[in-house]
Each structure stands twice: as C-alpha cells, then as structure tokens.
C-alpha cells in the first residue's frame, strides 16, 4: 500500500436521465422502499407488542444508543463526503473502504469491553450480553460505507431499496418467529443481527466500487475535512436522539423506556418515509446546483412545502388520537405509551423538516454552522429533560416537547441565512399545512372528547381519522388549491417517466 502511485479518477457513471428523472426515479424507490418497510413494522409491531413486554422493548432500547454511538464514528462522516467528492480516484475508495473496515473492528471491540460498565449504569445485568452481540452490527455497518456510496453517487436508488425492503421484511420474520417461540428480548436482538449483517453482504456482492488493497492517508485527508465536521455534527445529534432515552432509562427504568420507545417508533414513521428518503436523494442533487443560489433556495422551499403536505396532517393525527390508537395498536398494556406519544408528535414534524437540511449543509461544505446549532439543541434538550424526568415519562416527554419548540425557529434560521432566505419566507411555504393541521388535530381531539365513554377504541378510530382527513383536505380545497394539483402533477409527471423508460 503506497501513497506513491498517482491514480486517476475513478467516477460511478451516473443512472441514465436528466436530473430531474434521477431525482424522481430516486424519490420513487427510496420513499416506496421505505413506505413498505414502514408498513410491515405497523403491521407485525401491534402482534409483537402483544408477545413481548414493555419491559422487553427498554431492554433493547437501552443497547441501541450505544450501538448507534459507535456507528457515528465508524465512517468519520466518509460516506457523504464521498458522494459529493470531486473526482474520486480508485485508491480514495479503497482507502474509504480500509479505513472502515479497521475503524469498524476498533469500535466493536471496545463496545464488547465497555458492555459491562453499561449495564452496571442502568442496573440491568442482562443488558451486557445484549450490547455484546449487537456490537456485530458496527462491523457488519463498516463494510456498507463504500458500497452505500457508490450507490448513492450513482443515484441508483433502486439496489439500495430492493436491499432495504429485503432484509428488514426478513428480519421482521425473524423477529416473529423467535418471539413466538418465547425467546423474548432476544427476538429483537437477532432481528438486528440478521438485518444488519444480510443488508452488509448484500450491498458488497452488488457494488462495482473498484475496491482494492492499497490505502492513501493522501488520499483520505482529501475528504476528511467535511467527513470530520460530519462526525462532530453526528456526535451532536446523536446526543440529541438518544440523551432522552439515556436519561429516561437510567432515572425511570426499563419498563418506561419501553413505552417511551414504542411511541418514538410511531413519531419517527411518517419521518423515515419523507425526509430520510428525500436526504438520501437530494444530497447528490444538491451537490449539482450548489453554486445556483436561486434553484438552491426554490428546491429547498418546495421539499419543505412537499414535506409538510403529507407529514404535518399525520403527526397531528397521531396526537389527537394517541389515546385510542395506542389501545387499538399496541394493547391496554402499552398505554402509558399514550401520552409520550402526543408530546413527541411535535417534534415529529418538526423533525421531518430538520431532517432532510442536513444534505445541505453537506454539500455546501459548511457542517460547522451545522455542527454549532446540534450543539446549542443538545445542550437546550439535555437540560429540559433532566428537569422534566422529575415527574416520570410524563414530565420528560413535556421536557422534550419544550427543547423542541424553544430550538427549532433557530435550525431553520441558520441555514436560511446560508442561502440568502429569511424565515418568513419558509413559514409562508408551510403556513397553510401547519394552520390546518393544528386545526384539524384540535376539531379531532374535541370529538374525542364528546363521544360516548362506553364506545371501543377502535370505533373511535374509526370516527376520527375519517373526520381529520376530510378536514384537511376540505382545508386545502379551501386555502391551498395547488397543493393538491402539485401533488398530482408530480404524481403524473413520475408515472409518465416511468412508463418512458
């Protein structure tokens, strides 16, 4: 392996089609890929739910943070980095996929040492083995880093969705027939063994990265300058996402950190569809018109406006009815899942937009100003839970309520400002989504309210999201005509570019 050797570029020949077909076909596999997933989760985790106990689900939840912390670290931020690099040679993918592999083996190692030290912080002996096992999913993630790239560069979102929908639906078998079998916690632990370790195999057999056994500390160095401030904004995040269900384990236990954990499942579902996609899909797109102020500052208003039209009306659903589908979903034994779930509902919005900003600031090379504002949130968050966790979930589920209302005028700020936009000019592209939303969440709830007592829960469902959805959409017939065209236009235009090619 020598850093002497030039090597020439080396470019993933993009999928045939103008951007715009890419960027549609993208949208197309990466959100239908998701949506499926997301549609077997709401379909075997009401059935999961009534095999395993809340208890079950604080015990895995208590090893995910952990897991996820050692994946921030297991790319240095190489995989986005590599996807908006100028002109990749060979040995800057092997030298990626090197770097992975052997950061990846470091960090797994340290998780299996360091298990014992967690489970003695949350009390929970049986916690150590489960963090020791899952450390597996850190080395299976660091063969994905250059494969994922490369897919990405190319925009051939199709493998990574036929792959993503692959191996979560088997791992959701998995993860039914082993709890049908009574294997408990364990169901969910060899659910993400299986899921990690074939989604790993999967995208190396179907990659042509040109991968060889040459490394180039040259060669990295060119794209560690986003890859660490990648890193740091992810470290951030990552305490962000997770300090709640540190500090909620650790003061209230696993038992209420497994209902906290089915209600963030719910929250961050109509997230994963629209803006994980759209990250994904827009980080090469934007990329290309980076230098293009005005297309920038449009492309961004529109997926806000796309976002929320779809996102907003769900997560004001979800908290005006949390009560009856948390009995109807999950059973009378999740129930205090309820109300974390209507706090967090907020946040879900909210987020769905935060989200997907990332991939701009990635491509405009400025993750510091990125990087400063999860710090500000972290912090802000950190201290409203640790008051809030005073009075049990309740209290920490108001906590996050508040970080989430106080912080994100200012995220959305701060990348307005990089791109010449003000925040009047983003609220007027979500204003009429959000105003009907929160009226529509408002009529629904007061239905709920005076409807018979004696009434299942379910036939209260079965009243409510037929009434939000006609208020909604009468909303947007009334104030926002082209929002409905729009979405049918992209609708059509999609479909016809479809049947073209």
Excluded: H
């Excluded at 020439?8 to 103008?18: I, Y």
């Excluded at 201290?383 to 589920?397: D, P």
């Amino acid at each position: 392996m020598s850093d002497l050797q030039p090597s020439a570029p080396v470019d993933a020949a993009p999928v045939p089609g103008s951007l715009a077909q890419r960027v549609a076909k993208g949208a197309i596999w990466t959100m239908a890929a998701t949506t499926a997933r997301i549609a077997s989760t709401i379909l075997i985790l009401p059935v999961l739910t009534r095999l395993l106990s809340p208890e079950d689900f604080g015990l895995i939840q208590i090893a995910m943070p952990f897991i996820f912390f050692m994946l921030v670290f297991n790319d240095f931020g190489m995989q986005p980095a590599l996807v908006v690099a100028e002109n990749p040679t060979s040995k800057l993918w092997s030298t990626a996929f090197w770097t992975g592999m052997a950061t990846a083996t470091v960090l797994s190692l340290a998780l299996v040492f360091v298990a014992p030290f967690i489970a003695d912080f949350y009390n929970e002996p049986r916690a150590e083995l489960i963090i020791q096992l899952l450390a597996i999913t850190i080395l299976a993630s660091g063969t994905m880093i250059v494969p994922g790239a490369w897919f990405l560069r190319t925009m051939n979102f199709r493998i990574l969705a036929i792959v993503e929908f692959t191996t979560v639906t088997i791992g959701i078998i998995v993860a039914l027939t082993c709890a049908i079998k009574g294997f408990g916690v364990w169901s969910l632990v060899i659910q993400q063994l299986v899921m990690y370790v074939l989604k790993a195999a999967a995208l190396c057999i179907s990659s042509n990265a040109p991968l060889k056994f040459e490394f180039s500390y040259r060669e990295l160095k060119s794209i560690m300058n986003i890859g660490l401030g990648m890193t740091g904004t992810r470290v951030l995040q990552f305490i962000s996402r997770n300090v709640d269900i540190i500090i909620i384990g650790r003061v209230l236990g696993a038992t209420a950190l497994g209902y906290y954990s089915i209600a963030w499942r719910i929250m961050m579902m109509p997230v994963e569809i629209f803006a994980n996609g759209l990250f994904a899909v827009m980080l090469p797109t934007i990329g290309q018109i980076k230098d293009e102020p005005g297309r920038l500052k449009a492309a961004l208003f529109k997926t806000y406006r796309m976002i929320s039209l779809f996102t907003f009306p769900v997560m004001a659903g979800v908290a005006a009815l949390s009560v009856p589908l948390t009995y109807v979903v999950f059973g009378e034994s999740f129930a205090p899942a309820a109300f974390p779930m209507a706090a967090l509902a907020v946040y879900g919005a909210v987020q769905s937009l935060l989200f997907m900003q990332g991939s701009v600031f990635v491509a405009l090379n400025r993750v510091d100003i990125m990087w400063r504002w999860s710090l500000i949130s972290a912090a802000v968050l950190t201290v409203c839970l640790l008051i809030g966790v005073q009075w049990g979930l309740e209290g920490a589920s108001l906590g996050y309520l508040a970080a989430t209302l106080v912080c994100a005028p200012f995220n959305f700020r701060a990348l307005l400002n990089l791109i010449g936009a003000r925040l009047i000019e983003a609220w007027g592209a979500l204003q009429v989504q959000a105003l009907l939303s929160i009226g529509m969440s408002l009529a629904v709830y007061g239905l709920t309210l005076v409807l018979p007592g004696s009434w299942p829960k379910l036939y209260i469902l079965f009243v409510g999201v037929p009434v939000g959805v006609v208020i909604y959409l009468g909303g947007l017939a009334l104030f926002d005509r082209k929002a409905i065209t729009d979405v049918i236009d992209i609708c059509r235009s999609i479909l016809a570019r479809q049947v073209a090619s």
